[in-house]
C-alpha cells in the first residue's frame, strides 16, 4: 500500500521560492570584484534567477545542457546556482585555480554551452576561449560599463546587460526530481579531472542536513560567511541550507586573505563561517600579532583537509569560537562526517574532550559508513582498528559523468563508494581519517598516521605548516619525514622539533628528519600537494641511511 501524501518533486527552485516568500527580506551581502559592497535580499535574487532563466531559454539552450561558471562567492554567482538549475540546466562550477588547459579540458568534457565569467578572470578565459568551440554565449559578470571593448570573446555580453532585457517573473518547470543540477569536477590530483554530477534531489536532501543541529546548525539568527568556494562542490551547499533557512549570507568574493576576511566577519556582525584550515590559517595570523577578537563569530566549519588540534585550540581557547571539524568529498556533495558532541561527553574533562573533537565526527543521516580491511570485510569499531573508509547515501555518486561506477557490492549486494581514506570509528561512531590511502607511511610492517605527524608539528608555536611524507627505507620500506615551512620571523632547529615530538607519539613513529621549506605546495582546493611536494624532494636522501 502507498502512502498518500503529496509527492512534490524535491527541486531546486522551490528552495528559491520558499526562499522569496518566507524570508524574502533576508539579506545576502557581497563584496564585489570592483572592491564595493553590494546588498540585496532573497527576494531580489530569485527575482533576478528568473530573468536568467528567461534568458537561457532564449539563447535557446535546451533542458539538461550545461552552464558554466568561472566565479567568486557572490550575488551573481547565486542567481546561477538557482536559475541554471531551477530552469532544467546544469550549472558547472570551473575552479579558476586549475591550469588553464584544465579548464579548457573541463569546459570541453562537459560540453559547456555558455560559459559567465567574473571580471578578474577575463585573461584567464582570453586563454581559453578558442580551445571551447561549443560554448555559443561567453558572458562576463559584470555591469554593462565594466565590459572591455576589445576582448577579443566573440559576441561577449555582460551579465546585467544580458539578464536586464528580461521580466522577473517566470514560472519554473517542474520535473523529475533525479534530473541533474550540477557537476563539479575533482581537482585532478590523480590523473584527468572526474565528475561528480548532483541531482536536484540529492542536492535538496543535502540541503537539509547541512542545517540540522548536530551538522552546521545554520538557522534564520545566523549570519552566515562561506569561505569555502562557490566554484568547489557548491560551498559545501550553504547557499542551498541559506535559501532553506534565511540567515543572512555574506559572501567574499574574491578577497580571501585574513584582513578582508576579518573585517568582513565584523562589519557584517557574522555569526558563522565555514572554510578550509589554510583559510583559518591566515586568518589567525592576521589577528594574532595585531590582538584583534571577534564580536559576533560564534562557530566556524572546518574542513577539506584534516584540522590541526593546534588551531581548534586558537579558535576556542583564544576568541571563544566553537570550531566544527567537518569530513567530506567531491563526490559527497560534500558532507559526511561533523564533530559534535553528544549529550553524555558534555560532562568529560576539557582534555578527553578535544580529543574526540579532533576526530573528523559522526556520520550525517543519509550517509551510512563503515571500514572494511583489503579483502571488504567491515572492521570494528573500537577506535584504534584502521581500514578502508566506505561511504553509501541518497547524495553520494554512483557514476562519474561519462565515467565508470567505483562503487564496489558487498557480500548484501549493497554498493558502497571507497573514499580513498584510512580511518577509525569510535564505539560512539566518531570517525577519525588518518590518512589519504595514498599517503599512508608503511614502516616495517606497521602504518603511521602522516595526520598524526603534521598536527603534532603545527601545533609548535614556530610552525605555520607541516607536511609529512613517506621516504623509501631499505630495512622499514618507508620512513617518515615532516617538511615544516615557520612562521614570519619564527625560529626553530631540527633537533627541537623533533624532540617536540616525544611523549607525544610512539618513538618508531617519531620522523626520521625535518626538512624546512619556504611554503609547503597548495593545490587549486587550498589543500597541501604533496604529489608536488615529493617532487620537490625527489633527491633527498634520509639522514639514517
Ligand atoms: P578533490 O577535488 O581533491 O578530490 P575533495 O574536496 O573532494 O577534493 O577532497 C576530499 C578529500 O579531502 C577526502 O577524501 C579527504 O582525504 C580530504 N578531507 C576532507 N576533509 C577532511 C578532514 N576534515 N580531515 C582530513 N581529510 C579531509
New binding site residues.
Partial sequence: MLGLMQSQPLLISSLMEFAARHHGDGEIVSRRVEGDIHRYTYRDLAARAKRLAHALDALPLAFGDRVGSLAWNGYRHMEMYFGVSGSGRVLHTI?PRLHPDQIAWVMNHAEDQVLCFELSFLPLVQAVHKKCPMVKKWVMLCDADKLPADSGIPGLVSYEDWIGAYPDTYVWPQFDENTASSM??????TGD?KA?LYSHRSTTLHAYAAALPDVMCISARDAVLPVVPMF??NAWGIPYSAALTGCKLVLPGPAMDGQSIYELMEAEQVTYAAG??TVWQMLLSYIGPKGLKFSSLKRTV??????PPAMITAFQEGYGVEVL????????S?L??LCTLKNKQLKLPKDEQMKILQK??RAIYGVDMKIVNGEGQELPWDGKTYGD?MVKGPWILDTYYKGSSPLVADEYGQRWFP???VATIDPDGFMQ?T??TK?VIKSGGEWISS?DIENIAMGHPSVAMAACIGMPHPKWDERPIVAVALKAGAQVTREELLQFYEGKIAKWQIPDDVVFVDAIPI???G?MLKVRLRQELKDYVLPTL
Fill in positions: 575552479n563539479c569536477y575533482t581537482s585532478g590530483t579531472p561528480a568547489h562542490v578550509v584550515p572546518i574542513g577539506g583537509s584534516a584540522c571539524h567537518a569530513w567530506g568529498m567531491t563526490e559527497i560534500p559526511g562526517t573528523q565526527g573508509l573514499t580513498g581514506d581519517i590518512d589519504r599517503d595526520i593545490g587549486a582546493t589543500k
